[in-house]
Nanobody, 114 residues
Framework: VQLQASGGGLVQPGGSLRLACAVSGEIFSISNMGWYRQAPGKQRELVAAITRGGVISYEDAVKGRFTISRDNAKNTVYLQMNSLKAEDTAVYYC?????????WGQGTLVTVSS
């Protein structure tokens, strides 16, 4: 499984960004997909996840602001981020899990600053 993340950048507080994670390889083996983030000096944390069956979960800090979705035809998972705050600044990573392995994409930097 290969993951290619894109969509990061600099945005002002209150703004929006959409991250995309293109998935290739043994897609059929994936059971869960998620977005993690790691801010400077902090541990990597799960932001949002979606299971193969479509069950979605969010970290409390992003509920109501972030939306995870997927386009099966494009083999892509998205993270729509609205009402961004300075504390959302981090490197965001796409993650895929099978029953035996975990895969990571390269990070994409999101900077929220005026």
């Amino acid at each position: 499984v290969q993951l290619q993340a894109s969509g990061g950048g600099l945005v002002q507080p209150g703004g929006s960004l959409r991250l995309a994670c293109a998935v290739s390889g043994e897609i059929f083996s994936i059971s869960n997909m998620g977005w993690y983030r790691q801010a400077p000096g902090k541990q990597r944390e799960l932001v949002a996840a979606i299971t193969r069956g479509g069950v979605i979960s969010y970290e409390d800090a992003v509920k109501g602001r972030f939306t995870i979705s997927r386009d099966n035809a494009k083999n892509t998972v998205y993270l729509q981020m609205n009402s961004l705050k300075a504390e959302d600044t981090a490197v965001y990573y796409c993650n895929a899990r099978t029953y035996v392995s975990t895969y990571w994409g390269q990070g994409t930097l999101v900077t929220v600053s005026s």
